[in-house]
């Protein structure tokens, strides 16, 4: 008789905290951005040095970002622990009074580390395109205001909070249902569940109810704009074994 159960991810209702946690973070990444944009540009400047100009606005943009490192760390340590939650709740149907406690040092630590790498990647793809911007301003094809603008509709609109926030609510979210999953013996896989509508990609259809080893699954998500999530694969057996001692 087959032991494997498959928990999670059945009518998609799962996903409704998620859902409204990332419409409270889309915000906060976006006036983020704008606050950037006014702390490089808000002020009025002096364009009669262009080249002089153009230094001062780059020594600026080395710390500009304080708010945006902030609410990234908070964001994505909400998502990865709402994740470890999600994983708690479904385990907890198994084992009684199951919690993820011994597992929050790794979901902190993970968490930190996520919202460096994060956060200096949108910084990177920031600077170049004020970099971008600004070389062309110095050459006289800019003026202050298509600068301006130029910037802005690349780093500080809300289309790029958007996605950033989109991967990372579900890059950490899976995450945290991996960090508790992988802490338990009787948790042998992972099931790739898509959204399972026409929007799936050619990427995730093939993979949506593949089954994987806790260990070795693939990232999810698997590019921008991926809705595909992690349901767990239970050992009923090894749950009676090592937890219920039978």
């Known amino acids: 008789m087959p032991s494997y159960s498959v928990l999670g991810f059945n009518d998609g209702e799962e996903l409704e905290s998620l859902v409204a946690l990332e419409s409270d973070y889309k915000g906060k990444i976006n006036d983020a951005l704008l606050a950037q944009l006014f702390f490089l540009f808000g002020e009025p400047v ?5 080249y002089a100009f153009q230094t001062e606005v780059l020594n600026k943009f080395d710390t500009s970002a304080e708010q945006l490192k902030e609410v990234l760390a908070d964001a994505i340590l909400a998502y990865t622990l709402l994740g470890a939650s999600h994983a708690a709740g479904l385990l907890g149907e198994l084992i009684p009074g199951f919690s993820y406690e011994e597992q929050k040092g790794e979901l902190q630590s993970w968490a930190n580390k996520r919202a460096l790498e994060s956060f200096g990647l949108v910084q990177k793809t920031s600077r170049k395109r004020l970099e971008v911007a600004l070389a062309a301003f110095v050459a006289g094809t800019y003026t202050i205001e298509y600068l301006i603008n130029q910037y802005k509709s690349v780093a500080a609109d809300l289309e790029r909070a958007s996605l950033i926030n989109e991967t990372e609510s579900i890059t950490a979210f899976n995450m945290g249902i991996l960090i508790v999953a992988r802490a338990l013996s009787f948790v042998v896989a992972v099931k790739w569940v898509t959204s399972r509508d026409e929007k799936v990609c050619h990427i995730c259809k093939p993979r949506h109810g593949m089954v994987y080893p806790i260990n070795s ?9 991926c809705r595909c999530f992690y349901a767990l694969v239970v050992d009923r057996r090894r ?3 090592d937890y219920l001692g039978f």
């Open 46 to 50: 002096d364009i009669a040095d262009r």
């Open 217 to 225: 699954a693939p990232s999810a998500p698997a590019h921008h704009h």
């Open 239 to 241: 749950i009676l074994r």
